[in-house]
């Protein structure tokens, strides 16, 4: 599978964003998609995550607890990543990755496969 990060840019504070995980190659249903962050000079941080056991799940942690919401859309092969009252604190390239797993796991080595990355920055 072949996977294409889009929708990333500007963004102030308090904004919205939706990020698109384009697929190709094979379903994103037969995957578990993943999105990740890494912020320079941070790790890689699981953000969220679909398949089709676990559903859609989001990170607990504080720093975007509530605020964002992963979906999919099987028909057009997209997994998508809602972004709402951003933060500076946001800023980071964000990576949607498949692993070959029916359930969702917070860890990158757990996805064999990555997209290129689409970066987004929140700043006034």
């Known amino acids: 599978v072949q996977l294409q990060a889009s929708g990333g840019g500007l963004v102030q504070p308090g904004g919205s964003l939706r990020l698109s995980c384009a697929a190709s190659g094979r379903s994103v249903s037969n995957y578990a998609i993943g999105w990740f962050r890494q912020a320079p000079g941070k790790e890689r941080e699981f953000v969220a995550g679909?398949?089709?056991?676990?559903?859609?799940?989001?990170s607990d942690a504080d720093s975007v607890k509530g605020r964002f919401t992963i979906s999919r859309d099987n028909a057009k092969n997209t997994v998508y990543l809602q972004m709402s009252s951003l933060k500076p604190e946001d800023t980071a390239v964000y990576y949607c990755?498949?692993?070959?797993?029916?359930?969702?796991?917070?860890?990158?080595?757990?996805?064999?496969?990555w997209g290129q990355g689409t970066l987004v920055t929140v700043s006034s």
């Open positions: 679909i398949s089709w056991w676990s559903g859609g799940i989001t």
């Open positions: 990755a498949a692993g070959d797993t029916r359930m969702v796991d917070n860890t990158a080595r757990s996805y064999e496969y």
